[in-house]
């Protein structure tokens, strides 16, 4: 299996630390909003990853975090007047739906930032006493140029980057609102301010910047090397290469053997923005398609390539998914009236040319995950399954054409069995149930509901004459 590593920029063999054993840490979103897909796109690849991982035997340690300490969540609370704990929780609960829509398989462990502090000041206190870094008047910075090998993931040149800051820096001198020794230093810690949350420190009551958060987490959860590092392309500098510094300077080994890192998700050919009116949440997605065609979608493009997201694509996506549930939920009728058993000499030739899929599959996901060609490789199956599979066709050889189907789309996490579709009745009678828990303020329940339907592809609308419902 080959791995495009951004640290060397090629293609290597994947070599685990331990055999048989995959330690894997994904950056996750911050938490402050309903995520957008923008994010959907590092969580539906590295599900991915992880899932072939242990298609292939490998037993994965998943560990992908929750920044729920950060500016933007301390503005939203403020915005609100309420407190930055309660603006990560409820996101944090409104992330897991929709990675649950997506059908996105939990981590082995979620870390949250404010859940390991200690870690934090254990990791930051290791880097003063090693020399790597200082504090000024309650901020503790990092020592940049006290790693030499700073800029080996990014490619970055320290001085260029020196040249880049100078003129900031200068200025920031001047007005004395940087105490850092090197304009490239960066904050470890930081004091608060007013209204803020904060922990107690030797250096000041205040909280972690943000790069010291993930070096721990990892280190806590997978140990000081880890196999592979991932995240969007974006992370790549400086976050993951300050990563790299803090890990390397505390530890004194290698971070992560391998980095892996998926390209920008743009929106009709332009980079996704809210000034653009070209944002979108993945609960805005949800309520126009299921969420396992914005997963088919983001697979159907290799993963260091951009992807653009249009409403043309989404459909061709859509048909895509439904082209393969089709197929099976065809094999599923055949299978019903089949009355042959065993199989015979013609499919027992067939079944040798879904296994050349099934190769062909594989090939593709142990070349850099090349998940593109790894659903050309099941619409190869579903090709053969229409043209061979009849009334006459056995039961053994029907349901070796659907296993192989089923298991290669759940392998991408591609669910293509279908559910049975919900009765008009049974969804007006859970609208009333759920009409009934927002009288009597059991708003709990009511959301609940909501989120069933919604996962069924099941859409509401509140308006002032009712409750109004369509199928997405």
Request: a negative charge; hydrophobic letters at 35%.
């Amino acid at each position: 299996m080959k791995i495009y590593n951004t640290l060397t920029r090629k293609k290597e063999e994947f070599v685990p630390i331990e055999e048989g054993k995959v330690k894997m840490y994904v950056c996750g979103p911050t938490v402050y909003n309903l995520i957008h897909i923008g994010n959907a796109r590092p969580m539906i690849v590295f599900d991915t990853v992880r899932r072939y991982f242990e298609y292939k035997g490998y037993e994965v340690n998943y560990v992908s975090n929750f920044t729920d300490v950060d500016d933007k969540i301390i503005k939203k609370a403020n915005e609100e007047g309420t407190t930055a704990d309660v603006i990560s929780q409820r996101y944090i609960a409104e992330c897991k739906k929709d990675m649950e829509g997506m059908n996105i398989k939990p981590a082995t462990t979620h870390p949250l930032a404010t859940k390991e502090i200690p870690g934090m000041l254990d990791m930051i206190g290791t880097l003063i006493k090693k020399g790597h870094a200082y504090a000024k008047n309650g901020t503790v910075y990092f020592k940049t140029r006290s790693f030499d090998q700073y800029g080996k993931l990014s490619k970055k040149n320290i001085d260029d980057l020196e040249a880049g800051h100078r003129d900031e820096a200068h200025a920031l001198k001047v007005s004395g609102a940087d105490e850092k020794e090197d304009p490239l230093d960066f904050v470890l810690w930081k004091p608060k301010k007013d209204g803020e949350p904060y922990w107690e420190a030797e250096w000041s009551q205040g909280r972690p910047g943000w790069h010291i958060e993930c070096s721990v987490m990892a280190k806590k959860y997978l140990g000081d090397t880890i196999d592979i590092h991932a995240g969007g392309e974006d992370l790549i500098f400086p976050h993951h290469e300050n990563e790299i510094a803090q890990s390397e300077c505390c530890n004194g080994v290698e971070f992560s053997r391998y980095w892996m890192h998926n390209a920008f998700l743009n929106i009709n050919n332009k980079k996704m923005s809210k000034s653009e009116g070209n944002f979108f949440t993945v609960r805005d997605i949800a309520e126009h398609y299921d969420l396992g065609v914005l997963r088919f979608f983001m697979l159907s493009a290799h993963y260091r390539n951009p992807i653009n997201f249009s409403r043309e694509l989404m459909e061709s996506a859509k048909n895509g998914l439904d082209r393969i549930m089709t197929a099976v939920a065809n094999l599923d009728e055949l299978a019903n009236a089949a009355t042959a058993e065993s199989l015979t000499e013609e499919e027992t030739k067939v079944l040798a040319e879904i296994k050349a899929c099934q190769d062909k599959f594989e090939t593709s996901m142990d070349d850099d995950f090349n998940t593109a060609d790894a659903i050309s490789a099941i619409f190869d199956m579903v090709k053969i399954a229409n043209s061979n599979a009849n009334a006459a066709s056995s039961k053994e050889f029907i349901a070796k054409l659907r296993e192989a189907i089923v298991t290669f789309s759940d392998i991408l996490g591609l669910k293509v069995v279908k559910e049975a579709e919900l009765l008009d009745a049974d969804i007006e009678n859970l609208i009333n149930e759920r009409q009934a828990a927002r009288k009597e303020r059991n708003f709990k329940r009511a959301d609940e509901i909501r989120d069933e339907l919604l996962s069924k592809g099941i859409v509401l609308e509140d308006t002032r004459e009712g409750v109004r419902w369509k199928r997405a």
